[in-house]
């Protein structure tokens, strides 16, 4: 099996230990050679500031190629515009472009009256400024505000068509749910890689309640396979479940994989290890 390329998500810290969580996950998983690692970005631009700090230090002090979640949400497009900014004067050149969630409080997402009003105008914006890699969301499921699949493989379109130059799924059961979503996407001309969200099951009762949230089934294999393990058996299961999803789709052809961390570094590794993903020798903490 050819060992794939890897890349990882952190989201930022907001107390103490948090960031002390952050650091260690990050010393764990660099050496690694990830692609990239990228930040998340808070419901309305809660995070913005936190973001931003992360995003500068991981890039100083590890030295990794850092992706800053970049959203629509509660924010100017002047504003918008300025992080981006920001974010390149600091050596940063490449955003993940969101249209983001809708603030706490609200229902649906609504655009700021002086902002963008979805991920393909932000996208188009960065795009201009020439000096952005630009990746973007796609949703093998359909997205809560979706019509269905269709809808969003011609919305990913535009997302590409806009500048984006590849794309991070958000997460997934079974590699037939990836492999449909990549074979529309193929059909409707989308030419930029689609990478799969891979997120290891840290906890089943979070993970199911997470897939409630974003619209990803939760299949009865999974639901009966956990029942079973009970908390006794859980983490060898999930390792077992996140290396084997892993390995049909590097079977099936995908070289790159995208894992969503909630910075905790254990499982991430032994996922990688499981698929020969082996620390770089050369690897060293910038100072």
Same mark, same amino acid.
């Given at each position: 099996?050819?060992?794939?390329?890897?890349?990882?998500?952190?989201?930022?810290?907001?107390?103490?230990?948090?960031?002390?969580?952050?650091?260690?996950?990050?010393?764990?998983?660099?050496?690694?050679?990830?692609?990239?690692?990228?930040?998340?970005?808070?419901?309305?631009?809660?995070?913005?500031?936190?973001?931003?700090?992360?995003?500068?230090?991981?890039?100083?002090?590890?030295?990794?190629?850092?992706?800053?979640?970049?959203?629509?949400?509660?924010?100017?497009?002047?504003?918008?515009?300025?992080?981006?900014?920001? *974010?390149?004067?600091?050596?940063?050149?490449?955003?993940?472009?969101?249209?983001?969630?809708?603030?706490?409080?609200?229902?649906?997402?609504?655009?700021?009256?002086?902002?963008?009003?979805?991920?393909?105008?932000?996208?188009?914006?960065? %795009?201009?400024?020439?000096?952005?890699?630009?990746?973007?969301?796609? *949703?093998?499921?359909?997205?809560?505000?979706? %019509?269905?699949?269709?809808?969003?493989?011609?919305?990913? $379109?535009?997302?590409?068509?806009?500048?984006?130059?590849?794309?991070?799924?958000?997460?997934?059961?079974?590699?037939?749910?990836?492999?449909?979503?990549?074979?529309?996407?193929?059909?409707?001309?989308?030419?930029?890689?689609?990478?799969?969200?891979?997120?290891?099951?840290?906890?089943? %009762?979070?993970?199911?309640?997470?897939?409630?949230?974003?619209?990803?089934?939760?299949?009865?294999?999974?639901?009966?396979?956990? %029942?079973?393990?009970?908390?006794?058996?859980?983490?060898?299961?999930?390792?077992?479940?996140?290396?084997?999803?892993?390995?049909?789709?590097?079977?099936?052809?995908?070289? $790159?994989?995208?894992?969503?961390?909630?910075? $905790?570094?254990?499982?991430?590794?032994?996922?990688?290890?499981?698929?020969?993903?082996?620390?770089?020798?050369?690897?060293?903490?910038?100072?």
């Amino acid at each position: 099996m050819t060992t794939p390329a890897i890349s990882f998500e952190f989201f930022p810290p907001r107390t103490l230990e948090q960031s002390f969580r952050l650091w260690e996950t990050a010393r764990a998983l660099a050496p690694l050679g990830p692609d990239f690692v990228s930040v998340t970005y808070g419901a309305g631009g809660t995070t913005r500031q936190l973001t931003h700090e992360a995003v500068t230090a991981l890039a100083g002090h590890y030295g990794l190629n850092v992706a800053a979640h970049l959203t629509c949400v509660d924010a100017t497009r002047e504003e918008t515009l300025q992080i981006v900014a920001d *974010y390149a004067a600091a050596g940063v050149h490449e955003i993940v472009a969101l249209r983001g969630d809708a603030p706490q409080g609200q229902d649906r997402f609504t655009a700021h009256p002086e902002g963008f009003a979805s991920s393909v105008a932000l996208i188009e914006a960065i %795009a201009a400024r020439g000096d952005m890699t630009i990746r973007c969301g796609a *949703y093998p499921e359909p997205h809560p505000d979706s %019509a269905d699949t269709a809808a969003d493989v011609a919305w990913l $379109k535009r997302k590409v068509d806009a500048g984006a130059s590849s794309a991070i799924t958000q997460f997934f059961f079974d590699a037939d749910t990836f492999f449909r979503f990549r074979d529309a996407c193929a059909a409707a001309g989308v030419a930029a890689p689609i990478i799969p969200g891979i997120l290891p099951i840290q906890s089943w %009762a979070g993970t199911r309640r997470f897939a409630e949230r974003c619209g990803t089934s939760v299949p009865q294999w999974a639901e009966e396979a956990f %029942a079973a393990a009970g908390p006794e058996g859980e983490a060898a299961l999930a390792l077992d479940v996140c290396v084997k999803l892993c390995e049909s789709l590097v079977e099936g052809g995908v070289d $790159k994989l995208h894992f969503y961390t909630l910075n $905790k570094p254990d499982l991430v590794q032994k996922v990688c290890a499981g698929l020969g993903v082996a620390p770089k020798a050369e690897f060293s903490r910038v100072a």
